[in-house]
Nanobody
Framework: QLQASGGGLVQAGGSLRLSCVASGSIFSFMGWYRQAPGKQRELVARITRGGSTNYADSVKGRFTISRDNAKNTVYLQMNSLKPEDTAVYYC???????????WGQGTQVTVSS
């Protein structure tokens, strides 16, 4: 249902772009969560079909979420990466009305200092 890509190892201050392709339906919310070792999964950013966005305070001004509705794809451009951004990043999509909620397989992002 969801195929995420784009993770990797980068030095602090670098950039990465995550992509997640959703298949099978059109979704209201598309977003990214992350989970660092020993921590709870947290929202990074999400975007509505109409383009409204919200971000975690820790990534505001550094990360940008966008989506291509024609391709049913959500992107996360991550700039000025910090070691504390190291985590497994999960794509999440929610159907209209919130009835269905799907998660991608996770992609590792590692930022070295």
């Amino acid at each position: 249902q969801l195929q995420a890509s784009g993770g990797g190892l980068v030095q602090a201050g670098g950039s990465l772009r995550l992509s997640c392709v959703a298949s099978g339906s059109i979704f209201s919310f598309m977003g990214w969560y992350r989970q660092a070792p020993g921590k709870q999964r947290e929202l990074v950013a999400r975007i509505t079909r109409g383009g409204s966005t919200n971000y975690a305070d820790s990534v505001k001004g550094r990360f940008t979420i966008s989506r291509d509705n024609a391709k049913n794809t959500v992107y996360l451009q991550m700039n000025s990466l910090k070691p504390e951004d190291t985590a497994v990043y999960y794509c999440n999509v929610v159907s209209f009305g919130g009835k269905n909620d799907y998660w991608g397989q996770g992609t590792q992002v590692t930022v070295s200092s």
